[in-house]
């Protein structure tokens, strides 16, 4: 089997996992696989080995219920690729004590729900103790095998993902992860920056404070028929150097080659909008834009940000629509 | 539970700290009872005013406290979180960013078992303006009135609160659950807590893409409440696949999405709004 590794689903629809039946079948599987574009990731390792037969195959994984608040373990006889698509009655959740974990009991309930006995049984117990060690020493929010095979030989774990909590990544150097490898260049420099950055493609770069306000300022742009293209939410802004670095990260052409604008949105709640206005017409007099911007500040200090900003050139809006509608006509007459 | 309307005497965990300390402030010029603080190891000092303890065991002693506003940094916010439990704290507000995931399941796990409220990590606290603020909300934004806010954000929560106060609709309770993907108290529970009581005019749901949040809380408010329910969504416009504060293993995908959030919650009876701005518009023609 050759297997082109990348940290995402759906490698075997992308014909990145293909199966070779000779060393030159497995040569030619690995040219077509090594360097391929898998949803945005570049396969970079391929893990070549050995085909193994099976009689039974298993879904095993060790991930978290958001609306429980609680590790459960998740399994299911229909194992492989089509996880996804399974039948809920056919998968069995069972939530876990964050403290206590798998307990005997809970392993005997999965057990019960597979159907399975004897070896089968022994091997599934041991196999989900160790996804739980594995899950809670080393903060993951998903441990899976997929699938899990019995043969004669025993059990074997043909694949398997893991992702590892970013917030817990402090108490794991042991992991050694280099965790920017597979981030677009531009949310690696924002993670560096300790904003929150995402890439979506070609439009407008928006700047604001707060992931929901972030999300709600892109939804308005969509709806004043422009493109979302990127985003940094700025967190907590009362640093001017901060909004001097956000900004011109969103400039950086080798960062954000295909920006078409830049919406700035401030809430100035706990942050000031004077201090945020400094930190706005700084880093314009270090970078020159070549897109159109359009500032929006609302808040504490609001009128001394307006003026800050109108005295060195720049058009003030205190509604998000206004801006959009503004933006819209900017971004229009250039396109 | 505490009557957080009456007597919520409260601590700041952190309050040395930059953050811990303007908040403390923030939080008693707005009408707060802030009796003390805590930082281990600066215990005996006065930060502006207000006492620094050792441990919360000893404010709780001396002063009765019963809520506690966390800001401690991530890596120590399980154990200061376990310590006020354990000391008798009633109320948790964790205002702390970036806390482990699985320290926010212990976390939620002991509240359960103890009967405590916690609310958050990476939560903006709550406010009732008639006097008490748990966090870090800004004190300007709020007005005296009947309207509940319960929400997953922060700044876009102060937004929509400060459009409400612009169009003279008060609240009488402004929540904010956290936006992390394990939070201690849900929407849900919130309601059935501390709304159930005070009957509001209005309730304003702000929400976003992932998670089932919305619509239970909608599903319980319905069980005691047949008021206008008025909802944001947040995320409209975001692509799946991308990481806008949603791990989503394979557990309930399909229905955090935002068409499936808006119909679902529409067919529940709330008046789902496609703009912010149009919230205020929204409360006051449903409450007035």
Redesign the interface.
């Known amino acids: 089997m050759v297997k082109g590794q990348v940290p995402i689903g759906g490698r075997g629809k992308a014909g990145a996992i293909r199966k070779a039946l000779s060393p030159e079948e497995a040569l030619d599987a690995f040219d077509s696989i090594a360097g391929m574009n898998v ?1 945005g990731h570049i396969v970079r390792s391929v893990l070549i080995e050995e085909f193994v037969g099976y009689d039974m195959e298993f879904y095993l ?1 060790m ?5 429980l ?4 373990l ?1 399994i299911s006889r229909k194992g492989g690729m089509e ?2 698509s399974t039948d809920a009655k056919d ?1 069995k ?1 069972i939530p876990l ?3 206590d974990g798998m307990t005997s009991h809970d392993l005997e309930e999965a057990i019960e729900s597979l159907g399975v006995e004897g070896r089968v049984a022994s091997g599934i117990k041991e196999t989900s103790k160790r996804i739980w060690n594995v899950f ?1 020493r080393s ?1 993951c ?2 441990v ?1 095998i997929n699938p899990l095979i019995i043969n004669d030989g025993g059990q074997v774990c043909l694949d398997a993902k893991v ?1 590892i ?1 970013d ?2 990544l ?2 794991h150097p042991e992991l050694d992860l280099d965790v920017d490898r597979e981030r677009e260049p531009f949310e690696a420099e924002c993670r560096r920056n300790g904003f929150s950055g ?1 890439v ?1 493609g070609e439009g407008v770069a928006v700047v ?6 972030t ?2 300022v ?6 004043a028929g422009l493109r ?1 293209g990127a985003f940094l939410d700025l ?1 907590g802004a009362d640093d001017p150097d901060r909004i001097v670095k956000a900004i011109t990260t969103v400039g950086d052409r080798t960062l954000l080659p295909k920006i078409e604008g830049l919406f700035i949105c401030i ?4 942050t000031r909008c004077d201090v945020v206005a400094e930190g706005i017409v700084a880093a314009l007099s270090v970078k020159m834009f070549d897109v159109p911007i359009v500032i929006r500040l ?3 200090n609001e009128s001394e940000g307006r003026m800050i900003l109108e005295n060195a050139g720049l058009i003030v809006h205190s ?3 206004e801006a959009c509608a503004a933006l819209r006509i900017a971004v229009g007459s250039r396109s | 539970m505490i009557d957080i309307w009456k007597d919520a005497k409260v601590i700041v965990q952190g309050i040395t700290g930059h953050q811990g300390g303007r908040h403390a402030l923030e939080m008693r010029s707005f009408g707060t009872n802030v009796v003390g603080g805590v930082t281990p190891g600066k215990g005996g000092q006065l930060m502006s005013g207000i006492p620094v303890f050792e441990t919360v065991r000893e404010v709780v002693r001396k002063f009765h406290a019963n809520s506690s506003a966390i800001f401690v940094p991530a890596e120590h916010c399980l154990e200061a979180a376990m310590e006020s439990m354990e000391a008798g704290i009633e109320l948790l507000v964790v205002v702390t960013e970036h806390v482990p995931i699985h320290d926010a399941m212990k976390m939620r796990g002991r509240a359960d078992t103890l009967g405590i409220t916690l609310i958050g990590p990476n939560s903006p606290g709550l406010a009732i303006p008639t006097g008490l603020k748990i966090g870090i909300m800004p004190n300007h934004i709020f007005k005296k009135g009947n309207v509940a806010v319960l929400s997953r954000s922060g700044t876009l929560t102060y937004e929509i609160v400060n459009g409400l106060t612009s169009a003279g609709i008060g609240q009488s309770l402004v929540v904010g659950i956290g936006g992390d993907q394990v939070v201690g108290s849900s929407m849900a529970s919130i309601a059935n807590g501390m709304l159930r009581k005070e009957r509001p005019d209005c309730i304003v749901l702000i929400g976003e893409i992932g998670g089932l949040e919305e619509q239970l809380a909608t599903e319980t408010i319905k069980g005691w409440y047949d008021g206008p329910i008025v909802a944001y969504i947040a995320g409209r416009t975001a692509p799946p696949g991308k990481r806008m504060g949603h791990a989503g293993a394979i557990i309930g995908d399909s229905s955090e999405s935002y068409p499936k959030k808006v119909s679902s919650l529409s067919d529940l009876g709330v008046h789902v709004c496609d703009h912010l701005y149009d919230v205020p518009v929204f409360v006051k023609k449903a409450s007035y």
């Open positions: 949803k994984a991930t978290i219920d958001r609306s608040g609680r590790p459960v998740v996880v996804e998968i959740k004590d964050p403290f809670s903060d929010e998903l899976e992702i909590n917030d817990s402090f108490r995402v979506l604001a404070n707060g992931a929901g306000l999300m709600s892109l939804d308005e742009i969509g709806d979302g967190g809430f100035g709640g706990i609302r808040g504490i509604s998000i629509e």
